[in-house]
Nanobody, 125 residues
Framework: QVHLAESGGGSVQIGGSLRLSCEVS?????????MGWFRQAPEKSREGIAVIDKEGSAHYAESVKGRFTISKDNAKNLLHLQMNNLNLEDTAVYYC??????????????????WGQGTQVTVSS
């Protein structure tokens, strides 16, 4: 079993910043070898935005590249997403995700096995 608990969501104005965190708990660390963040905006399907593999290589969706940074603290079992220069299109529920396999290849994000409950991020003008 893998338990993922997000925190850090909230409301921010255009151009602002937020930092999301995810506390990771796994009976078998192999099941959370690859981690990332997905999001679901109103009336849209869930999309992958940032993933980090077990070697620490990160991949980003074009929509967030250059503005968001994913990182992990293995000692504290934490995953972070630093979000800068937020815009209205970033309003969504953000989900911490994990999987034993790769979550990204050739420009595509793969649907993970494990999901957190989600945290709301709202960007306003």
């Amino acid at each position: 079993q893998v338990h993922l608990a997000e925190s850090g969501g909230g409301s921010v104005q255009i151009g602002g910043s937020l930092r999301l965190s995810c506390e990771v708990s796994a009976d078998n660390p192999y099941n959370a070898a690859h981690m990332g963040w997905f999001r679901q905006a109103p009336e849209k399907s869930r999309e992958g935005i940032a993933v980090i593999d077990k070697e620490g290589s990160a991949h980003y969706a074009e929509s967030v590249k250059g503005r968001f940074t994913i990182s992990k603290d293995n000692a504290k079992n934490l995953l972070h997403l630093q979000m800068n220069n937020l815009n209205l299109e970033d309003t969504a529920v953000y989900y911490c995700v994990a999987d034993p396999g790769f979550l990204y290849a050739d420009g595509d994000f793969y649907r993970p096995n494990y999901w957190g409950q989600g945290t709301q991020v709202t960007v306003s003008s």
